[in-house]
């Protein structure tokens, strides 16, 4: 039961291309946002549709094939872990941000092309 203590899967598409960064020795990481949506009825019978943008973070080999195969529009599975930071914007204001740091990346929909 540990290894459930901190797990998000999550299916969507991408918003956008992933964006790919090369850090010093190689390793790299990419982030991008993607798109969750729920449609249900609510009580006067009408549809309704929400969707919910996460942020994405993925590092060395998860990076490497979402530089390779992802692009915006990509449907995608992954399962990773919640990550909480902050920063002080150029205002000197404390920003927090959420992030899913994906361990296993399994594309779905349009089969990629090599």
């Given at each position: 039961m540990y290894a459930l203590k901190n797990k998000v899967q999550l299916i969507g598409n991408l918003?956008?291309?992933p964006e790919i960064?090369?850090?010093?020795?190689g390793r790299k990481l990419a982030r991008f946002?993607?798109?969750t949506s729920e449609n249900y009825r609510n009580i006067k019978g009408e549809r309704v549709s929400e969707?919910?943008?996460h942020n994405i973070v993925a590092w060395g080999k998860v990076a490497e094939i979402a530089e390779k195969y992802?692009?915006?529009?990509s449907e995608v599975?992954?399962?990773?872990k919640?990550?909480?930071r902050n920063y002080n914007d150029k205002d000197g204001n404390k920003k927090y941000i959420t992030e899913v740091q994906v361990n296993e990346v399994?594309?779905?929909g349009e089969k990629a092309k090599v």
């Open positions: 918003g956008a291309n960064k090369t850090l010093e020795g946002s993607l798109a969707t919910q943008w992802l692009k915006k529009g599975a992954i399962e990773g919640l990550i909480s399994l594309m779905i």
